[in-house]
């Protein structure tokens, strides 16, 4: 039976058992001083009988077959009834039998009491301990409440109010994993509204001041045309960055789910920089792939020609005209591989380390440094690609060029 699972229940089911047999003992013991008490209350009544006799004349032969006889008759029955001697008559009126009930009912109440006694100290150890179980279930439960999961309830023993408890913690880490989660999301949603308000602040102060720049000369054509495009430009990065941030808020909060196939490597890159040639054919950069065209890749084709994208973009910032943007990969049992490698201005030993880190934007060295990311290119990157079970590195040298690998596992 499960009840008996629980150790205390055990101990005093036990206990209880070890009582009665010791019970049983002090019967045993009753019943034998019973027995002797009655043997001797006979042989003192027959003794007293034999004094009678003796000191009445009687002859000992007559006396002893008195004693031995067991024939009754009704002369016999008639004069025990003269006497008062029947099966009615007050024990008080039997000195031998009442004295035998008064030892007894000693005896008896001495067992009785005993019994109780160990019982009730059983009962008492058994309750004390279960109500010390309770109130530390209950002060443990009590903090739960309040949001502390520090203490736990004893779940390793049996029993079912050790299950019960085993339930009550697992209720109890669920409940702390929802109030991490909802600190996490609270933390992220205040983030990211400090980001998305930090990162705006710029290019809306430009967009306010150019508006104010146009309204001031409404008829120089020059400065409308002017200040108008700059009004574009300050929108499309708008654009770009509020693209940016909800991607990277989709990944923060777990709502992106990879669909994953096999591709080609071919059809991803050129995917990748579909939009980014003309980008390099106008400032007279070159962008070069090496590859098998059969070499397949299983991933997320949209994310994953994404991510490369947001790299070769970040190589472009970073190169100066006439610099060359090369991509390659190789596949092998274990993983497959795509190097995007540039010899631009290449990445200091200081910036390294914080260039997949939002909005981070390291200083270059370079001859025409005037790019216009916004520092979520890569971020963005990495999340799609650890997304994916992947991941990338970086190796970069000042005036010599960076390189990425971007691996993804089989």
């Given amino acids: ?28 013991v009753l019943c034998t ?14 003794q007293s009988i034999a004094a009678a006799l003796l000191d009445n004349g009687v002859s000992e032969k007559i006396i002893a077959e008195s004693l031995t006889n067991t024939k009754k008759n009704p002369q016999s029955y008639e004069l025990l009834n003269k006497l008062g001697i029947t099966e009615k008559t007050d024990s008080r009126f039997s000195p031998f039998i009442s004295d035998f009930q008064v030892k007894s009912k000693i005896f008896i109440f001495l067992i009785i009491s005993v ?3 160990l019982l009730a100290i059983s009962i008492i150890i058994f309750l004390s301990k279960r109500e010390q179980t309770y109130k530390r279930a209950i002060q443990t439960v009590t903090c739960y409440t309040k949001g502390d999961f520090s203490s736990k ?12 408890f085993s339930s009550i913690n697992d209720m109890a880490a669920a409940l702390k994993s929802k109030q991490e989660a909802e600190h996490k999301t609270k933390e992220f949603l205040k983030n ?16 306010k001041m150019y508006n104010e720049i146009v309204l001031d000369e409404p008829y120089n054509t020059e ?32 709502s992106i789910e990879f669909n994953k196939s096999e591709y080609t490597l071919n059809e991803i890159v050129y995917q990748s920089i579909n939009e980014l040639t003309t980008r390099a054919k106008h400032e007279n ?26 790299i070769v973009k970040n190589a472009l910032d970073h190169t100066d005209a006439g610099g060359h943007i090369k991509i390659e990969w190789k ?80």
Wanted: with cysteine; aromatic share 10%.
């Fill in 223 to 254: 400065t409308v045309k002017n200040f108008t495009e700059k009004s574009s430009s300050s929108i499309i990065r708008i654009e770009q960055l509020i693209a940016s941030l909800l991607k990277i808020a989709r990944f923060d909060s777990g």
């Fill in 115 to 117: 019994f109780f006694l």
């Fill in 1 to 28: 039976m499960s009840i008996f699972y629980e150790k205390e229940t055990r101990n005093f089911c036990v206990s209880v058992i070890i009582i009665i047999l010791f019970l049983s003992v002090l019967e045993t």
């Fill in 331 to 410: 596949n092998s049992p274990i993983f497959t591989q795509i190097f995007i490698s540039d010899d631009g201005s290449g990445i200091s030993t200081e910036d390294i380390h914080y260039i997949f880190k939002r909005f981070y934007r390291g200083i270059v060295p370079t001859q025409n440094n005037n790019t216009s990311g916004i520092g979520l290119g890569l971020p963005l990157a990495n999340s799609i690609i650890e997304g994916q079970g992947g991941n990338i590195t970086v190796k970069s040298e000042l005036n010599a060029g960076t390189t990425f690998t971007l691996t993804f596992f089989k």
């Fill in 153 to 164: 309830l004893p779940q390793l023993k049996n029993g079912t109010i050790y299950h019960l």
């Fill in 192 to 207: 990211m509204i400090s980001d998305i308000s930090h990162q705006l602040k710029t290019p809306l102060a430009a967009l």
């Fill in 33 to 46: 001083y019973q027995k002797n008490s009655i043997q001797k209350i006979f042989v003192s009544h027959d």
């Fill in 285 to 310: 950069k070159e962008i070069s792939i090496n590859g098998s065209v059969k070499d397949k890749i299983f991933c997320d084709r949209q994310w994953t020609a994404e991510a490369l994208s947001n």
